[in-house]
């Protein structure tokens, strides 16, 4: 119940292409759900986070899309490129964040 | 912009021993949590505080492990007597608000610890 899956565990795109990390979680008492970007020996950082009462937010490139019903969310990276390269990592959240694996992702030149 | 940040940013010990590790939260934030990493694996979740308490612990997070905020800045975490699972990369964050309102937790970089 208090799991996020997330997947796949690694992406490769090329450079201008669009990235996409699905998120699927079982708990609807989540009511926070943030995506955070973590570069090798550095700490998580706060991407972009939604709210359930929104389907999708847009900042920059990076969009959240989140289906309620389906328990469902994914970050989309538009127009990938290599400074993107990074692990990504789900998370919900109540009080504390439960993160899900993490996605390693390549944007090749 | 204001960061949270953790000393010292390498840690190795010895089995047995107690360690500190040491974080600044971003200074008007009042919540304030302890995550860990496993090299290679997820993010996960030891502790959170708030008003000198634990609000919430998690499995881990066993007798061995205490947090403190010992002044106006600092949170600690202490690990009484580490073991060679202790070995990670250990997280504090800090939030302005809760995670029933809004829950933006700010990460600091990071402390590794080694157990050997």
């Known amino acids: 119940q208090q799991q996020v899956k997330q997947s796949p565990q690694s992406l490769i795109v090329q450079k201008g292409g669009i990235s996409i990390i699905n998120c699927a979680y079982e708990?609807?008492?989540?009511?926070?759900f943030p995506w955070y970007q973590q570069f090798p020996g550095k700490g998580p950082a706060l991407l972009i986070a939604?709210?359930?009462?929104?389907s999708e937010k847009k900042e920059g490139r990076f969009t959240i899309s989140f289906n309620k019903s389906a328990k469902q969310f994914s970050l989309h990276i538009m127009d990938s490129q290599p400074g993107d390269s990074a692990t990504y990592f789900c998370?919900?959240?109540?009080?504390?964040?439960?993160f899900g694996k993490g996605t390693k992702l390549t944007v090749n030149p | 912009e204001p960061e949270v940040t953790q000393t010292p940013s390498h840690q190795v010990t010895q089995m047995g021993q107690e360690v500190i590790l040491r974080c600044v939260p971003i200074?008007?934030?009042?919540?304030f949590y302890w995550y860990r990493q496993i090299l290679g694996q997820k993010v996960e979740f030891l502790v959170s505080?708030?008003?000198?308490?634990?609000?919430?612990k998690s499995e881990i997070f066993d007798d061995q492990f205490s947090v403190e905020r010992p002044d106006g800045s600092n949170f600690t975490l202490k690990i009484r007597s580490t073991k060679l699972e202790d070995s990670a990369m250990y997280f504090c964050?800090?939030?302005?608000?809760?995670?029933?309102?809004?829950?933006?937790?700010?990460f600091g970089p990071g402390t590794r610890l080694t157990v050997l």
């Open positions: 964050a800090s939030s302005e608000y809760s995670g029933r309102i809004y829950n933006e937790q700010f």
């Open positions: 708990n609807t008492a989540f009511d926070y």
């Open positions: 939604i709210r359930p009462d929104v």
């Open positions: 998370a919900a959240s109540m009080e504390k964040l439960v």
């Open positions: 200074s008007n934030h009042l919540y």
């Open positions: 505080f708030y008003n000198n308490e634990i609000s919430e």
